[in-house]
């Protein structure tokens, strides 16, 4: 067993140096760095999956929120926005924490059949209060210098700050979504978070007093070193030439990505730790019993619906770190580029793959996954120039396909899941225990 | 008169409009609660088989209109729909053959068949993109409205007139034919009988001699030919874009839910509750009250309850208050 | 040989075997019974017979054929019919599609005449026969049940505890009915838990303990027995 992962783990070291070798090294621990952040996401994923059978369809708002949050916590604040519309942002929230309070209130005294009418009644009257704030609010801000900026900023604090923050957001939207749609089918679940993230990130998209929208949020500050800085320091230029590298640029771009890659393996670390911890404690123990058979596990007085909603927030909040983490990495956050077979339905096929209710799967299947994303695009232009070869290079057809195989990462995740599913449902580091009762149905 | 007005608009922008996509998505709500009832699975996939339908309709469109076939004023992809039905038909009856099978034979939990789904939706994802591309394709030709607002607006004396494209009244005539056909054939037929019964309880189904083999084919044939056709016509009355296939499931789930799982009437009401509360709640009512209010007066802003960035937030409010208040939807569907 | 012979039956659900060399016969026009205790494992031996359980070890022959390997529902055009414990009716349809489902492997012009025949046996169904069978009562139910493993003119009925939650006096009505089916030459087989009553009408009777057979006698046999009387019938 400790064999297997001793090997696969080396294999996919021994690539990646193959790439450093044969590409170059910048591009080896640029993907390295996305394997992380990737193999973070699998962890998130696996601790519902894995640990409880949760199918959790919204990994992608989870990360989004994440990333958003890295905007918010990081970026300077943009002083002229807060001075024009401060004192309407100020009235919204005081309106929407009496409307919040009125509903309360009302729900308490009102009789049980006017319950819903009178709650509709409140929400709709507190919407349209706030909207008569928050309608000026947010023209005010999204008009101050919408080139550049156009909303409110973030806290201007170090974007690491931003990072266990990043967990908590996530982790409130998951308990949120989770009381809602634990407890009854396990596909509701999925079809809920499938709905959530794609309001996460329409508001991510839409609301450009938050985050600016489409228009993207860049420069957000870096936790490590910029080239620029490093090109012109002594101390750098004396490392390069240590090392014989031999333009300092290039030792520049891979000294920050090597930062980048020790941040993220501490990150990494740290939640493989506690999951581990977790897995193996008497609360992981029960998870697994719960997930194995959850009717005797309800009969013998655990309630299922509580750990459940343990594991979701624990998950969610995983995923939202690593969306932090990606937002930094990128400098950027761009939600066009969220789309949820990329974020969410790649994730799971990490899961699957390296082996579901096994951390150290999750890892190597993030890993793994992630590089065959990225190599995927080189291999479908090779695979179709080659087959379209006969056809000649004039042709429609070829030129078609050719220029339709960046697709053919889509046709390569879908036969992954599905052979893996098929021929290995353990993947390839099967968990501990033995999980088949959990794949049939009770009947 | 003020008040005719107030109603022709909201007609035109809302309750027109409203029953072509409710009609849309009720096609694709009834086979995902077929799918739903039969096979017991949330199929991730169904978006994805709709656009595959849709996609081979667009070929064999594009086809005919070079071939210099029409059947105008009727847009040619109505030709092409068979041929389009029959390859997600086929799309279907092989992803089962290679796929759903042999979970099906594991008697496999439900979220496994999900997750597989998840796999399918991928590969059909894949050709999607690798066939047509991910770009916006139209490929809707023949006469664009039956009553256009102009001519509409003389002959009801009124300033609002009420349009109604060709699309849409060809939406809500398919869709009200292959409906009446779908109950016919569950009510009366023999086959019909032998999913609903194999829907109420695949054990005693078996005992009565129904083969399951084959109530899950039949299941897949009439699911798939309703993802073809509502894609088809979603794609002749918008625009067909890949990547809304996957959004749309979000209705389509909504709608399915709300109705009661495997609850084919609940399927349509669902998807026509969803539709409405969609185009309502996105709709700006500043001209519409306007007509209602003194003259001369119009309210400030669009008085628009949500920007249609939000729609599919419609349907997911939808679906929690279904899942908070009524979690076996208005039909009593089958939950665990 | 029997007409129906499940010999040596040995299996289970997957895990550990519940059924142990466990043999049940049948002859035509006789009805057989099946007692013991609960999770003897009755309801195993029944769904065994029917196909609806991988066995180990063990062969079924109905009228002269091995149908060990057959699937269920491939069964039923053999002539088995089958009323399971519970969930015996499709609650959603009404109590004429239940029978129609019955006769779903039939293609004979009989089928109206086998539904007059059930209706003249229950005459309570022909007078709901629109109502939706979730919709009545238990006794009702089980008249349903029956009524639709009898639509597949069946040569072989199986019945896992008909009488289930039923009140005494719809008990002895039931038996009689069945009875009833039996002189048509039809082979019963029945699993009850109202051991005594069921044993008076039985020809043959089985004692079910743990899987194994324990005693194998007529019904009158059986009553008369000492041992049966004290373990299984409560004194
Ligand atoms: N579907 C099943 N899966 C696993 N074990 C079962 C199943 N049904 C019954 N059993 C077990 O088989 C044994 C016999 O059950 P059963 O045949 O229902 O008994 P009886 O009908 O005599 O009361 C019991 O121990 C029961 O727990
Ligand atoms: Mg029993």
């Given at each position: 067993?400790?064999?297997?992962?001793?090997?696969?783990?080396?294999?996919?070291?021994?690539?990646?140096?193959?790439?450093?070798f044969?590409?170059?090294?910048?591009?080896?621990?640029?993907?390295?760095?996305l394997?992380?952040?990737?193999?973070?996401?699998?962890?998130?994923?696996?601790m519902?999956?894995?640990?409880?059978?949760?199918?959790?369809?919204?990994?992608?708002?989870?990360?989004?929120?994440?990333?958003?949050?890295?905007?918010?916590?990081?970026?300077?604040?943009?002083?002229?926005?807060?001075?024009?519309?401060?004192?309407?942002?100020?009235?919204?929230?005081l309106?929407?924490?009496?409307?919040?309070?009125?509903?309360?209130?009302?729900?308490?005294v009102?009789?049980?059949?006017?319950?819903l009418?009178?709650?509709?009644?409140?929400?709709?009257?507190?919407?349209?209060?706030?909207?008569?704030?928050?309608?000026?609010?947010?023209?005010?801000?999204?008009?101050?210098?919408?080139a550049?900026?156009?909303?409110?900023?973030?806290?201007?604090?170090p974007?690491?700050?931003?990072?266990?923050?990043?967990?908590?957001?996530?982790?409130?939207?998951?308990?949120?979504?989770?009381?809602?749609?634990l407890?009854l089918r396990?596909?509701?679940l999925?079809?809920?978070?499938?709905?959530?993230?794609?309001?996460?990130?329409?508001?991510?998209?839409y609301?450009?007093?938050?985050?600016?929208?489409?228009?993207?949020?860049?420069?957000?500050?870096?936790?490590?070193?910029?080239e620029?800085?490093l090109?012109?320091?002594?101390?750098?230029?004396?490392?390069?030439?240590?090392?014989?590298?031999?333009?300092?640029?290039?030792?520049?771009?891979?000294?920050?990505?090597?930062?980048?890659?020790?941040l993220?393996?501490?990150?990494?670390?740290?939640?493989?730790w506690f999951?581990?911890?977790?897995?193996k404690?008497?609360?992981?123990?029960?998870?697994?019993?719960?997930?194995?058979?959850?009717?005797?596990?309800?009969?013998?007085?655990?309630?299922?619906?509580?750990?459940?909603?343990?594991?979701f927030?624990l998950?969610?909040?995983?995923?939202?770190?690593?969306g932090?983490?990606?937002?930094?990495l990128?400098?950027?956050?761009?939600?066009?580029?969220?789309?949820?077979?990329?974020?969410t339905?790649?994730?799971?096929?990490?899961?699957?793959?390296?082996?579901?209710?096994?951390?150290?799967?999750?890892?190597?299947?993030g890993?793994?996954i992630?590089?065959?994303?990225?190599?995927?695009?080189?291999?479908?232009?090779?695979?179709?120039?080659?087959?379209?070869?006969?056809?000649?290079e004039?042709?429609?057809?070829?030129?078609?396909?050719?220029?339709?195989?960046?697709?053919?990462?889509?046709?390569?995740m879908?036969a992954?899941?599905?052979?893996?599913?098929?021929?290995?449902?353990?993947?390839?580091?099967?968990?501990?225990?033995?999980?088949?009762?959990?794949?049939?149905?009770?009947? | 008169?003020?008040?005719?007005?107030?109603?022709?608009?909201?007609?035109?922008?809302?309750?027109?409009?409203a029953?072509?996509?409710?009609?849309?998505?009720?096609?694709?709500?009834?086979?995902?609660?077929l799918?739903?009832?039969?096979?017991?699975?949330?199929?991730?996939?169904?978006g994805?088989?709709?656009?595959?339908?849709?996609?081979?309709?667009?070929?064999?469109t594009?086809?005919?209109?070079?071939?210099g076939?029409?059947?105008?004023?009727?847009?040619?992809?109505?030709?092409?729909?068979?041929?389009g039905?029959?390859?997600?038909?086929?799309?279907?009856?092989?992803t089962?053959?290679?796929?759903?099978?042999?979970?099906?034979?594991?008697?496999?939990?439900?979220?496994?068949f999900?997750?597989?789904?998840?796999?399918?939706?991928f590969?059909?994802?894949?050709?999607i993109?690798?066939?047509?591309?991910?770009?916006?394709?139209?490929?809707a030709?023949?006469?664009?409205?039956?009553?256009?607002?102009?001519?509409?607006?003389?002959?009801?004396?009124?300033?609002?007139?009420?349009?109604?494209?060709?699309?849409?009244?060809?939406?809500?005539?398919v869709?009200?034919?292959?409906?009446?056909?779908?109950?016919?054939?569950?009510?009366k037929t023999?086959s019909?009988?032998?999913?609903?019964?194999?829907?109420?309880?695949?054990?005693?189904?078996l005992?009565?001699?129904?083969?399951?083999?084959?109530v899950?084919?039949?299941c897949?044939?009439?699911?798939?030919?309703?993802?073809?056709i509502?894609?088809?016509?979603?794609?002749?009355?918008?625009?067909?874009?890949p990547?809304?296939?996957?959004?749309?499931?979000?209705?389509?789930?909504?709608?399915?839910?709300?109705g009661?799982?495997?609850?084919?009437?609940?399927a349509?009401?669902?998807?026509?509750?969803?539709?409405?509360?969609?185009?309502?709640?996105?709709?700006?009512?500043?001209?519409?009250?306007?007509?209602?209010?003194?003259?001369?007066?119009?309210?400030?802003?669009?008085?628009?309850?949500?920007?249609?960035?939000?729609?599919?937030?419609?349907?997911?409010?939808?679906?929690?208050?279904?899942?908070?208040?009524?979690?076996?939807?208005?039909?009593?569907?089958?939950?665990? | 040989?029997?007409?129906?012979?499940?010999?040596?039956?040995?299996?289970?659900?997957?895990?550990?075997?519940?059924?142990?060399?466990?043999?049940?016969?049948?002859?035509?026009?006789?009805?057989?019974?099946?007692?013991?205790?609960?999770?003897?494992?009755?309801?195993?031996a029944?769904?065994?017979?029917?196909?609806?359980?991988?066995?180990?070890?063990?062969?079924?022959?109905?009228?002269?054929?091995?149908?060990?390997s057959?699937?269920?529902?491939?069964?039923?055009?053999?002539?088995?019919?089958?009323?399971?414990?519970?969930?015996?009716?499709?609650?959603?349809?009404?109590?004429?599609?239940?029978?129609?489902?019955?006769?779903?492997?039939?293609?004979?012009?009989?089928?109206?005449?086998?539904?007059?025949q059930?209706?003249?046996?229950?005459?309570?169904?022909?007078?709901?026969?629109?109502?939706?069978?979730?919709?009545?009562?238990?006794?009702?139910?089980?008249?349903?049940a029956?009524?639709?493993?009898?639509?597949?003119?069946?040569?072989?009925?199986?019945?896992?505890?008909?009488t289930a939650?039923?009140?005494?006096?719809?008990?002895?009505?039931?038996?009689?009915?069945?009875?009833?089916?039996?002189?048509t030459?039809?082979?019963?087989?029945?699993?009850?838990?109202?051991?005594?009553?069921?044993?008076?009408?039985?020809?043959?009777?089985?004692?079910?303990?743990?899987?194994?057979?324990?005693f194998t006698?007529?019904?009158?046999?059986?009553?008369?027995?000492?041992?049966v009387?004290?373990?299984?019938?409560?004194?």
């Open positions: 067993m400790t064999k297997r992962v001793a090997l696969l783990y080396g294999l996919m070291c021994l690539v990646l140096i193959a790439i450093g044969l590409q170059s090294w910048n591009v080896a621990f640029g993907i390295f760095n394997c992380v952040i990737s193999a973070v996401m699998a962890l998130g994923v696996n519902q999956w894995g640990y409880a059978g949760l199918f959790n369809v919204g990994v992608m708002g989870f990360t989004a929120l994440g990333g958003l949050t890295a905007v918010l916590v990081s970026m300077p604040p943009v002083g002229e926005a807060w001075s024009v519309a401060g004192g309407d942002i100020a009235l919204s929230v309106s929407l924490v009496a409307t919040i309070v009125a509903v309360i209130y009302a729900r308490r009102v009789p049980p059949a006017l319950k009418p009178v709650t509709i009644i409140l929400l709709l009257a507190g919407y349209f209060l706030i909207g008569v704030f928050f309608g000026p609010a947010t023209d005010a801000i999204e008009s101050i210098d919408p550049l900026s156009g909303y409110l900023g973030g806290a201007g604090l974007v690491l700050v931003a990072w266990p923050i990043a967990g908590l957001v996530a982790a409130g939207a998951g308990w949120l979504i989770g009381r809602i749609a407890g396990a596909d509701y999925a079809i809920a978070t499938l709905g959530i993230s794609e309001i996460i990130i329409a508001i991510i998209k609301e450009e007093w938050l985050s600016r929208g489409v228009k993207n949020v860049t420069g957000i500050p870096r936790p490590v070193p910029y620029v800085d090109i012109e320091s002594e101390w750098f230029i004396s490392l390069a030439n240590f090392f014989g590298a031999n333009e300092v640029s290039d030792a520049a771009g891979l000294f920050v990505k090597l930062c980048y890659a020790v993220f393996v501490v990150v990494l670390a740290i939640i493989m999951a581990e911890r977790a897995l404690s008497p609360w992981g123990r029960m998870m697994r019993a719960i997930r194995d058979n959850r009717d005797a596990a309800a009969a013998m007085g655990k309630d299922v619906k509580r750990r459940h909603l343990q594991t927030v998950g969610c909040a995983v995923c939202g770190i690593a932090a983490m990606l937002t930094t990128d400098g950027q956050l761009t939600p066009t580029s969220y789309i949820p077979l990329r974020y339905f790649l994730i799971w096929v990490m899961v699957i793959l390296g082996g579901s209710g096994n951390n150290w799967g999750s890892i190597l299947g890993f793994i992630w590089f065959l994303w990225v190599e995927a695009e080189p291999f479908g232009n090779w695979f179709m120039t080659t087959i379209t070869a006969p056809l000649g004039q042709s429609e057809l070829a030129q078609h396909l050719v220029a339709g195989a960046a697709y053919m990462r889509y046709l390569m879908g992954i899941l599905l052979v893996v599913m098929r021929f290995a449902p353990k993947g390839l580091i099967p968990e501990a225990t033995n999980r088949s009762t959990a794949m049939t149905r009770s009947s | 008169m003020e008040i005719l007005n107030a109603l022709a608009l909201f007609a035109n922008f809302v309750v027109v409009p029953t072509a996509y409710g009609a849309q998505l009720a096609l694709g709500a009834l086979g995902v609660t799918i739903f009832g039969i096979l017991r699975f949330a199929n991730f996939a169904h994805e088989l709709m656009s595959f339908g849709t996609m081979i309709t667009i070929l064999v594009w086809f005919l209109q070079n071939m076939v029409s059947i105008a004023p009727f847009p040619t992809a109505l030709l092409a729909l068979p041929i039905v029959l390859a997600a038909i086929s799309m279907a009856l092989v089962d053959r290679m796929v759903f099978r042999f979970y099906r034979k594991q008697r496999s939990n439900p979220i496994v999900a997750i597989v789904s998840v796999g399918v939706m590969l059909i994802a894949g050709i993109r690798i066939v047509i591309g991910p770009a916006d394709q139209s490929f030709d023949g006469q664009r409205f039956i009553i256009g607002a102009f001519d509409s607006r003389r002959a009801l004396g009124l300033d609002e007139g009420i349009a109604i494209k060709q699309s849409q009244l060809i939406t809500v005539v869709t009200a034919v292959v409906v009446a056909w779908l109950f016919w054939f569950l009510q023999r019909g009988k032998a999913m609903r019964a194999y829907s109420d309880d695949e054990d005693l189904a005992l009565s001699g129904i083969n399951p083999e084959r899950v084919m039949i897949w044939v009439i699911a798939a030919a309703l993802a073809a509502a894609g088809t016509l979603y794609g002749l009355d918008k625009t067909y874009k990547f809304i296939f996957l959004q749309i499931l979000l209705p389509i789930f909504a709608a399915t839910i709300l009661g799982i495997g609850q084919p009437v609940g349509i009401l669902g998807a026509f509750i969803v539709a409405f509360s969609e185009v309502t709640v996105t709709y700006a009512f500043k001209k519409f009250l306007a007509y209602l209010g003194p003259t001369d007066w119009a309210p400030e802003g669009l008085v628009q309850l949500l920007s249609t960035d939000y729609k599919f937030a419609v349907s997911f409010i939808i679906l929690v208050a279904v899942l908070l208040i009524r979690p076996t939807g208005i039909i009593r569907g089958k939950v665990i | 040989m029997s007409f129906l012979s499940a010999t040596g039956m040995t299996g289970g659900y997957g895990g550990t075997d519940i059924l142990h060399d466990c043999t049940i016969t049948v002859e035509k026009g006789e009805v057989a019974v099946v007692v013991g205790p609960n999770g003897a494992g009755k309801s195993t029944m769904k065994a017979v029917f196909g609806m359980l991988n066995l180990r070890e063990g062969s079924v022959v109905l009228d002269g054929k091995d149908i060990t057959l699937a269920p529902q491939d069964r039923v055009p053999q002539g088995m019919g089958f009323v399971p414990q519970n969930r015996n009716v499709f609650v959603s349809m009404t109590v004429e599609e239940n029978l129609d489902m019955g006769a779903f492997i039939r293609d004979d012009d009989g089928i109206e005449e086998t539904k007059q059930i209706f003249d046996l229950f005459p309570i169904l022909g007078e709901k026969r629109n109502q939706p069978a979730g919709e009545l009562s238990g006794g009702q139910r089980q008249q349903v029956v009524g639709r493993a009898l639509m597949t003119r069946p040569k072989l009925l199986m019945l896992d505890e008909p939650g039923v009140s005494p006096i719809v008990m002895d009505e039931l038996f009689d009915k069945i009875l009833e089916v039996a002189k030459g039809v082979a019963i087989l029945m699993v009850e838990q109202n051991a005594r009553q069921a044993l008076e009408i039985a020809d043959h009777g089985f004692v079910l303990v743990q899987g194994r057979n324990r006698d007529t019904g009158e046999a059986l009553l008369a027995n000492e041992e009387r004290r373990s299984f019938l409560g004194g």
